[in-house]
């Protein structure tokens, strides 16, 4: 199986979503890929179980992508041997009347993972620099100050809206919160593909919206603001992961790969110590432990 190196996913401020493939080989089929993850599966678990007792770095985790891009089937598979204690998964919709009232980091912020947690955003608060961008008559719904129009929605606005979701991500960084942000890449063929397959599914086809053809049209539009976004909002503390995501497998090996490496260098992660007293006694509580009526 070919060697990857994680580095090579990471988009910096020159990134250009033309210059990276959708599609990569790593000479494994999918047999091996499985059983590979599944190995980093349980490794991640592991280090979660020793996150939880040490308490004192949360894990932030951001999914986003094109629908049917395999956000949901990657969270079932590569977290799959976690504790469910440890691990809290929220699925973004759009913006309830309660948050609507908020600002629009304020639904993401009370989401987050407590330390000693594993916290993954499928869908995040990048909707609101994609979607809404796409769309900027959805911003008008959030009834902000200076903001009655259309026209009001101009290059300062996103300006600023940027400059929001860097200094966010800056602020968890900096109290202890360990954030990836992973953009699972499809092919537009890709996703006609699974659109298709998802309707010839009886099991799957709940989840198709005539919605989604209607978005397909913009999918250009979508790929400059994915673009833009992802240029300007990764940062050492809170880089972005471009996957090439048209082999569901190989996407979740490489996400759980680029996971297990980056966690593996916070060395000083590790179980606390008992207490000096407790250490003292402990073959005395084995001992007590050891009659039946104990």
């Known amino acids: ?102 600002d629009f980091l304020w639904r993401h912020y009370i989401a987050l993972p407590a330390r000693g947690k594993f916290g993954i955003f499928n869908r995040t608060h990048y909707e609101n620099v994609l979607v809404t961008r796409v769309h900027p008559e959805y911003v008008l719904g959030e009834n902000l100050p200076n903001v009655n129009s259309l026209e009001d929605i101009d290059e300062n606005f996103w300006d600023s809206r940027f400059e929001q979701i860097r200094n966010f991500e800056d602020h968890l960084s900096k109290n202890g919160t360990i954030i990836f942000k992973f953009f699972l890449n499809i092919s537009k063929e890709e996703q006609r593909q699974r659109l298709l397959r998802r309707l010839n599914r009886s099991d799957k086809n709940w989840k198709f919206s005539p919605g989604d053809l209607k978005e397909r049209q913009l999918w250009d539009d979508y790929m400059d603001c994915y673009e833009e976004a992802i240029q300007r909002t990764s940062t050492p503390n809170a880089p972005w992961y471009v996957i090439p995501s048209d082999n569901k497998d190989a996407a979740r090996y490489i996400v759980a790969k680029v996971l297990w490496e980056e966690l593996s260098k916070y060395t000083d992660v590790q179980e606390p110590e008992l207490e000096a007293k407790i250490l003292e006694n402990l073959e005395d509580y084995k001992k007590q432990l050891q009659h039946p009526d104990a």
């Open 1 to 102: 199986m070919k060697d990857i190196n994680i580095e090579q996913f990471i988009a910096t401020s020159d990134f250009k979503l033309k210059n990276v493939s959708t599609k990569i080989a790593l000479g494994a089929d999918e047999d091996k890929l499985e059983d590979e993850l599944k190995k980093l599966s349980k490794k991640l678990g592991e280090w979660q179980d020793v996150l939880y007792a040490h308490s004192k770095y949360a894990v932030l985790i951001c999914l986003q992508g094109m629908d049917t891009a395999g956000k949901d089937s990657l969270i079932r598979e590569v977290f799959n041997q976690f504790n469910t204690r440890g691990v809290v998964v929220h699925s973004f919709k759009v913006p309830t009347n309660l948050e609507l009232k908020h």
